[in-house]
Structure formats: C-alpha cells, structure tokens
C-alpha cells in the first residue's frame, strides 16, 4: 500500500508539470488523458486499502473503529456476531480433526488434517466419498458448522456438525444436521441450494457482501468487506463519520447514514403496572438489527431501506403462517426473532433490541428479573408474586414462562420474543403449545387452566378470544372461517403483522365481505398490512384486481410494489397500451429483483413473466436455464410443460416433466403432470398410474385425489368413491365433500342423502338445491 501511495504521488507531481507543458500547447486531448490517469492512479490506490465506494461513504473496517472505541471493541470481539464466519485455522476451528470419524447410515465419514489444512472425507454426488478441504467456519455456539468452496465460487455447507456444547451437556462431538435430508433431491442436501452459502447465509454472516453471481455462467464471485459481522454490518459505511471526527460539527448521525439509537430513552410511571414511553424519537435499530434477524425473500442488496426506516424495502417478510409459527404466533420453524417481536405489546411501546441486550456482545444487559423490571413494577411482577414459583427455581423467571423455547439445529435452544401469556385454554382448544404443560409435562392444560385461575382470579385473559382461533379455523377449512378472519384484519389493536397475517389467509375464502374488508386495508398506513392486502387479492377476478391494486402500482414501499405487479401481469394480454404503461415500471422493478435471486428461482419467475407477454421464446428458455441452475426444483419443469402445452407441443411436455422425475423421482406434483400429460396422450394406462403416484407421494393434496377420482370412475367406481372422500377428509374444503355427493347421486348410493344432509351443515342451502333436485 505504501508504495502505492509513493508511487500515485511521484505520477501526480511528474504530470503537474506536464500539465503546464499541454496548457502552453493548448493540447486539450492529451490534458484530458492525463486527468483521467490521475483519476485511475487515485482509484487504485483508494482500493488498495481494501476500502470500497459506496455513495459518498465507504467500508473502512474495524481496525478503524478502535482507537476512538476500545471498550465497544473490545465487548464486541467476546460476541457471535465477530465469530460468525471465519476463516478456517487453529484459531477458529472447534472440532475434532484428529482423524476423527462419524459413522452415518452404516458409512464412515473422516476428519483430518493435511498439514495446517482441515479436510473432510463425506459423501458426494452420486453417493460417491470423497475429499473436500473446509475453508470456512460458520458461527461458534452452541454449534459450528463448516463450509467447501468450489471452483464456480460455491460455497456449502458441509452436513456434519459440530456440537460445542460441553460433554456434560451432551457435546463435543459430530453430529449429521439434517439427517431427514440425505437424497441428492432433497433441498436441503448439502450440495443443493438449500445449503449454498453465497444465496441462503452469505449476507447475514459477514460484513458489506455483494454476492456477485453471473447469470451467464452459473457462477459467483462473492465478496466482503470484513468476514464477519463487524461494526459497519450494523453502523453503515463509516468513512464520513471518520472525517466528522476531525472537527465534530452538526452532521447529521456523526457521519453515519442512520441512527441506531433506542426509540425511547426515558421510561415513565404512568399510573399503571408497566412503564411508559415518555417520548419516541427516531431511529433506525429495529430495522437494520431486522436485516438479518428475519425469514424472508432478500430483494436487493441496497441498505436505503434501513435509512428509510422500511424493512420491506430490501426484504419481503414472511407473515404468521402455519409453515413457521403456531397458530397462535407462537414459534414454530425458524423465524430468526422478528416476526415474533412485531406482535408483541413491547414491539407496539416502542421497545428495540438494545433495550434489553447489549448490542457489542448481544447478550442481556441484566440478569432477569431486573431485566424485565426495567419497565415492568416490581410490587406486581417480582418473582414470587408474580410467578408463583419460588426464586432461584425453574418456571419463576419471566422467560420461563413468556419466552418459551424452542430447538434448532438440535442443540439450539431460542426464546421465542412475542412474549406469549400462557394460554392453556388455547391448547385444550386448538392444539397451541403453553409453558405450563411444556414444563410440567405430567399434568395437562385442564390443570394448568386451573391452576392460572386460582393464582389469577381477575384475570380477563383466559377464555377471552384470540386471534389464533381464526388463524387454526382458516388453515382446517372450518366453516365461518372467513368472518373470523374479517374480524382480525379489522381488529385495530392488534399488531400490524397479526392483521397482515389475516388478511393473507383471506385470500382462501374470496367473496364480497372479505373484498371490502382488504380493500380497506389496501388504504393502512402500515406497510405490512397493506402488504396483507396486497396479497389477499389474489383470487378475484381480473377487474376487481385492477381497479383494487392499480393505485398500489405507485405505493412507496417496494414489496408492495413487487407483489402488485406480481398479480396483475397475468392481465398484460387484456390490458390497454396506457394499463402496461402504468404497469411496466412495477414490473421491471419485479423482473430487477428475479434477475437478482436468478440462482434460484427467479428465472423461472422472469420466464412467467415472459409467457404472460407473449415473449414465447424467451419464456421456454429461461424455464430451461431455471431447470440447469436449479434441477430440483419443480416448478420449472411444470410451468415449461404447461407452456408446451399450450403451444400443442404435448410430446416435448412428457419428455420434459419425465426430466424431472428422473431427479426427483417422489414429486407428487410432477408425476400429476405428467398423468395429465398422458390423458392428453390418450394413453390411460399411464396415466393413471402417475395420477395414483402424485397421491401417494403427496397424499395431504386434496385434489390429487379428486382427479384421480375422475381418472378411475369409469373402471372402478368403488376406488373413485375412497378417493373422493380421501379428498375431502385431508382438506375439510366443502367443494369436495360437493363432489362426492354429486357422485353418490350419479352412481344411485344409498348414502347420497345423508351427504346432502352433511353438506348443507357446511354451506348456504343455496348451494345443494341442484343436488336436492337430483335426488
């Protein structure tokens, strides 16, 4: 670097003099050559540091940071966040690489050194051992897991695993992390996307990643500015609050491009049993600690949105849905904090992470229960009073029993931070876990109910309606699900993310109430919920669509503009000149971010977009670019089969649809397809045998069923009943229990018109007078 420097200065002072020389000869084209060598010369000195442009303000790493910071430093490099990713030595490693070895299914699998190199021999493609050398460390407790980097810029995640526990606790040993996923067809396979470190880990693990992936080649090139999560993950660029340092004038956040300062700093009795805010100011923490303590769709690789404030800027969260929480939003798969934080009463007060957690080390700032009396009244919620377990024992601290933890990765236990009130009721009711029962795993919620009754007598919170109740009516299609859910998405005291949740699942139950009710919500000042909104106009028709989500084609929130294009772009065809005009810039904004997650499965969300247009050729090869990027995943075959379709090209779709199977041969929704392929064909017998393969191999799909049913009615009328009620049973949705009777009627059963009866239970009478007729 320095003899950059010298040398940048010795060209500048040569040129100087030139300079005089051109001005003299009026040679205007070489003055111009020389300035913009300077310029080069500058540049390559300025990346020679290591620094990178961003705006005005690049990445200056934390060696910068220490003078003026040692203690924040200093607390820093004892927290996960320095240990998150490394690079793979003595002094990272935790794992046993003394010919260490694990045997899994029967095979052994080694770890070794090659002098100071760490190496691995597992199993690879085509069930095949072989030798891959870790490059990388991933986190540090209560388990580390370890990275390959290939020749294409791939980096993955080995499947075996590090557990760093203490023996005492059951650790320091390997361990297979996904046992349940060892089939090269499986998503989570280590050499699949699923475990691809530059698409799924990448940005949360280190500082300043770009993830540089070429489209055109199928390759990455991925890069950090510090390999960690360092300073400047969480602060932003730092370089212009390094030259506020030199004289500390008014510059808005020291330099920075935000403020991460807490929401409140002083907290108020106001006459209750919790304290208050006294004032809200700005601040960005929530947002940028959201980055990556979150489940979501990454958008982009911008940080604007943490200056804006807006999360769904760079990142499209996944709502409450029955995939990661409970019904109750209790923490079910993995949600990395945020989703269970926005629906808690703290999230609501204005309480942000730092409140409660020292952001250098990320651990507590206080032991509990003077963590939570910060703001909660000691004479009401101390230990004992308030918990009915005697101090110093288990179940008598808060988290114990709102906080309720859940394990990951098998050792990693999290604490769920929605904060839940124990609700026995609920889990009598609907099935929802409860600290009570979790804890005191003898008893059951009749007595936990009791109990909170007697300790709790004036308590209005048990028995009282919740939200969960409409949320587990919609996901098993109980009738009046939809008026539950109306009465959620209107509930303006519960949290935007409860709302927006409920008014994605009203998207399943379309009709007039539950259109005003999301029309309304498309005009909420918050984002998330017109996000909810958004989405749950997804079944009605294409003029109601228009005219509900044309306006939100100008919405300030990116997401939102994302999922309107998204929805509306299946119109392009009918839509006037001046309709795709006022769309087109949503869309391009959409087709931006697919090209960015083209390593996964944009491409296959450009090629739908290209078929909605008309861009025929375009579409088929970006289906067939999504299937080379990504083989396993199926929709790419499905979608290029239904497009051959269309182009009456039925033996291209078999031939591509039998493609896919041949990689992931369980697919119930390929072999369906194919079946349906085969009924084009007019060859039954196969058919029929994909169709009976897409119910077994997905027998919770109702109407893998269904067709099948109407597959087989001709020539077996009694395997086409079971497969009707088989439909109906997995999905409790009334259309089938509709077809079903339809066909006892058809067939002349004895038992059509007790399925009448049962079905009229379900529906508006309205809707059985032409099977009454029949009858």
């Known amino acids: 670097m320095e003899n950059v420097i010298i040398f940048n200065r010795y060209v500048s002072a040569l040129l100087v003099t030139e300079y005089q020389m051109m001005i003299k000869q009026r040679d205007l084209v070489e003055l111009m050559k020389s300035v913009l060598f300077i310029l080069f010369i500058s540049l390559i000195s300025h990346f020679a540091d290591g620094a990178e442009l961003v705006g005005e303000s690049h990445f200056v790493g934390v060696n910068s940071c220490v003078e003026c910071h040692q203690k924040q430093v200093a607390e820093w490099q004892t ?24 045997m899994f299914e029967g095979k052994e699998n080694r770890f070794f050194r090659k002098g100071k190199e760490f190496w691995v021999n597992i199993e690879g493609p085509d069930n095949q051992f072989v030798d891959y050398q870790i490059k990388y460390t991933f986190g540090v407790y209560p388990l580390q897991q370890y990275m390959v980097e290939f020749d294409d810029g791939r980096v ?60 055109q080649k199928n390759t990455y090139q991925t890069t950090w500015s510090e390999i960690n999560v360092s300073c400047e993950a969480c602060h932003g660029a730092a370089s212009e609050h390094i030259k506020w340092t030199s004289h500390k004038n008014e510059t808005a956040n020291k330099g920075f491009d935000r403020t991460l300062q807490p929401s409140v700093t002083n907290w108020r009795d106001n006459g209750t049993r919790i304290r208050g805010p006294q004032a809200l100011q700005s601040s960005q923490q929530l947002t940028a600690c959201a980055q990556c303590h979150s489940r979501g ?6 940080t604007d949105n943490i200056q804006n404030n807006e999360y769904l800027d760079r990142q499209q969260l996944t709502l409450i849905n029955s995939e990661l929480y409970h019904s109750d939003g209790q923490i079910y798969d993995e949600n990395y904090v945020y989703g269970s934080f926005l629906q808690s009463k703290m999230s609501q007060a204005g309480v942000v992470c730092s409140n409660c957690h020292n952001p250098h080390t990320g651990k507590i700032k206080m032991a509990e229960p003077a963590l939570c009396l910060q703001c909660h009244s000691p004479t ?62 003898e008893k059951d919620n009749k007595w936990a109910s009791a109990m909170l009754a007697q300790w709790f007598p004036d308590s209005v919170i048990q028995n009282s309606a919740h939200f969960s109740q409409a949320f587990f009516a919609a996901d098993n299609r109980h009738q009046g699900a939809q008026i539950r859910l109306k009465e959620v998405a209107e509930n303006k005291q519960l949290s935007s993310i409860i709302t927006a ?14 259109y005003k009710t999301s029309l309304a919500s498309l005009k909420s000042s918050s984002s998330l919920v017109r996000m909810g909104a958004v989405q749950a106009m997804a079944p009605y028709s294409p003029e109601q669509q228009w005219q509900a989500l044309s306006p939100m084609l100008d919405d300030a929130v990116l997401s939102i503009r994302l999922l309107t294009a998204s929805i509306l772009v299946p119109q392009w065809p009918r839509l006037t000149l001046q309709q795709q005009a006022l769309l087109k810039p949503s869309l391009d904004e959409y087709l931006a971010v697919q090209e960015y997650n083209s390593d996964r499965a944009g491409r296959t969300n450009i090629a739908n977009v290209y078929r909605h247009q008309g861009l025929l050729a375009k579409a088929e090869a970006e289906y067939l670019g999504a299937i080379q990027v990504e083989p396993i995943y199926v929709l790419s075959y499905i979608n290029l089969a ?27 929704v390929l072999h369906h397809a194919l079946g349906l392929a085969y009924i ?7 058919a029929k045998a994909h ?52 066909f006892l009627i058809r067939h002349k059963r004895k038992n059509a018109a007790s399925c009448v009866e049962q079905l009229e239970e379900l529906v508006p009478v309205s809707a059985v007078k032409a099977l009454k007729r029949k009858l």
């Open 642 to 668: 239904d497009l051959y379709r269309t182009l009456q090209r039925n033996d291209q779709a078999i031939a591509i649809l039998k493609q896919g199977l041949s990689v992931v041969k369980q697919s119930g």
């Open 680 to 686: 084009r064909d007019k060859n039954m017998t196969l």
């Open 691 to 742: 169709l009976l393969n897409a119910t077994i191999f997905e027998p919770a799909n109702a109407r893998f069923h269904y067709i099948y049913a109407l597959a087989v009615e001709a020539q077996d009328q009694v395997q086409a009943e079971q497969s009707l009620i088989k439909a109906y049973e997995v999905s409790q949705d009334p259309q089938y229990l509709y077809q079903q009777c339809d």
């Open 501 to 514: 949740s409920a008014l994605e699942r009203l998207a399943q139950y379309p009709g007039q109430l539950a």
């Open 79 to 102: 927290s996960q966040h320095a240990q998150a990713m490394g690079h793979a030595s003595d002094e990272t490693v935790l794992a046993d690489f003394n010919q260490a070895s694990l």
């Open 297 to 302: 769709v990454k958008l982009n690789e911008s």
């Open 156 to 215: 993955q995640l080995i499947p075996y695993t590090w557990d760093a526990r203490t023996k005492e606790e059951g650790g320091q040993r390997w361990y297979h992390l996904y046992p349940q996923f060892t089939q090269e067809s499986d998503e989570f396979f280590w050499l699949n996307e699923g475990q691809n470190w530059n698409y799924m880990c990448a940005d949360c693990h280190s500082t300043n990643v770009k993830k540089g992936y070429n489209k």
């Open 380 to 441: 009401h919620y101390a230990s004992e009073v308030h918990s009915h377990h005697k101090a110093g024992t288990e179940g008598s601290l808060c988290s114990d029993c709102h906080m309720v933890e859940e394990k990951y990765m098998q050792v990693d236990l999290r604490k769920d931070h929605s904060w839940q009130i124990p609700r026995p009721d609920l889990s009598e009711k609907i099935g929802v876990p409860n600290a009570c029962v979790s804890c005191h795993k």
